[in-house]
């Protein structure tokens, strides 16, 4: 059911019972690689179904019951999963399966109980398209996804890791979706594979890799597909002989529907919405940054002043020394307390990502008053990470040290008094003037 076109492939349409799947067609030959997948997952349900995959398989799984693909399968799948099977409300969700031929994808367990490992993302209806970097180097296999929050293509997050993972040395790449009682739009804007060597190994030519009958057979494709070009270009300049001279400019506009050129109300109520939450979303990874340096610091002074107590423990003995180990010990505790709210911080904060990484499709009135609600819910936390940090600030803070507002100077008279004078005349003679003339 796959659709091919100019810009995209659409695996799956948002139709019921719907599988597609693209395949490389030759074997990949790289013992390390990394490949970059950039896709959408959009739907008009709060919820969609089933998911998509990225396989990379001894043999192609063209067709089948896992998400798209064939069962069974020897390799590694890396799953997009939409729908709570198992209702465990760990969906969406992406899920590191690996199998070697034999055994049969778990479906109503969503694969948890074969799962290497996994993380739980929301890919749907980004403004943004989900990025994916899927890397395989020394037996391990590392997950990377960019949400699609930002425009921002190197925005990526760490999701799942596999160590000791033996895949083959040669096998296809894939990806592949399916759709359900529910059903997405599961489009794949690019698949970009790499070939990962070791440093100091020579890194072999492109053109060594490709056999000799293979490069005159793709020569020969394209020449074919060249002269097939061309041959359109002459029918569409024959059909249409008052746009000669702007092939590329006709093509574009002869795309374009009365759709695409206005925006809806509600696309612009939706951009808007889909901004704020970018912008906030911004603020907030700022301020985890933030934070983890303050927690960085307030370690570092506890496990000095640690230091420090077991030095004066053995330097000072007797009652003086107890008396000022009593004190340190003080200052651990108030630390101690410190890093505790600073970590109470940081779960806020994580709550209100989640926040915002649960904010769905508006495209009702449901939806919107959802939405909004999660902005109050945003806005409440912000409010109490503020208020805590500026009382963790004037709590750690020394009283020789705590800031005083300056005094404002005096402001400069912006107006003197034969100025106002003259201004009140004009004034008055203007109105003088104006009731005359009514």
């Not at 091919?4 to 030759?26: C, E, F, H, M, Y």
């Not at 960085?296 to 420090?308: C, I, M």
């Not at 806020?348 to 499709?361: E, N």
Request: glycine share 8%.
């Amino acid at each position: 059911d796959a659709i091919p076109s100019a810009d995209q492939i659409r695996i799956t349409t948002s139709l019921k019972s719907q599988r597609g799947s693209v395949w490389t067609k030759n074997k990949s030959i790289f013992e390390y690689w990394e490949v970059e997948v950039t896709f959408r997952v959009t739907g008009r349900g709060r919820i969609g179904a089933d998911g998509l995959a990225i396989w990379f398989t001894e043999e192609q799984g063209l067709e089948g019951p896992v998400f798209g693909a064939a069962d069974e399968w020897n390799g590694v799948g890396i799953f997009f999963d939409s729908f709570d099977n198992d209702g465990k409300k760990n969906n969406p969700g992406v899920i590191v399966v690996g199998n070697n031929g034999k055994l049969l994808y778990d479906h109503q367990n969503d694969g948890s109980t074969q799962a290497l490992a996994s993380c739980q993302r929301d890919f749907r209806n980004k403004p943004y398209p989900v990025r994916v970097k899927i890397t395989y180097y020394q037996k391990t296999l590392t997950v990377l996804i960019n949400n699609g929050f930002t425009p921002d293509k190197e925005d990526y997050e760490f999701c799942a890791k596999v160590e000791d993972m033996v895949l083959p040395s040669q096998g296809y790449f894939g990806i592949s979706a399916a759709t359900g009682g529910l059903a997405d739009d599961h489009d794949v804007l690019s698949f970009l594979t790499f070939q990962l060597t070791e440093p100091g190994k020579e890194v072999p030519t492109p053109g060594a890799e490709i056999p000799q009958k293979d490069k005159e057979k793709y020569q020969e494709e394209f020449e074919h597909f060249q002269q097939e070009l061309d041959k359109k270009k002459e029918e569409f300049q024959k059909e249409h002989p008052d746009v000669q001279g702007q092939p590329g400019k006709t093509t574009c506009a002869f795309f374009l529907s009365a759709d695409d050129l206005f925006e809806t109300v509600s696309d612009r109520e939706l951009r808007q919405i889909f901004e704020g939450q970018n912008r906030i979303h911004l603020e907030i990874k700022q301020l985890n940054r933030q934070l983890d340096m303050i927690l960085d610091e307030q370690r570092r002074y506890v496990s000095a002043v640690t230091d420090e107590i077991a030095k004066r423990g053995a330097v000072f003995p007797g009652q003086q020394g107890q008396v000022s180990q009593q004190e340190i010990e003080t200052v651990v505790k108030t630390q101690e307390e410190v890093i505790r709210q600073v970590n109470e911080i940081r779960n806020s904060v994580a709550d209100t990502l989640r926040l915002i990484s649960g904010a769905q499709h508006p495209g009702s009135a449901a939806g919107v008053y959802e939405t909004t609600q999660h902005f109050n819910d945003i806005k409440e936390h912000l409010h109490v990470v503020k208020r805590d940090i500026e009382h963790l600030v004037q709590r750690n803070m020394p009283s020789n040290e705590k800031s005083k507002c300056p005094d404002l100077p005096p402001f400069p008279s912006c107006l003197s008094t034969v100025h106002f004078f003259i201004f009140v005349a004009v004034q008055t003679v203007l109105f003088i003037g104006y009731i005359m003339y009514r």
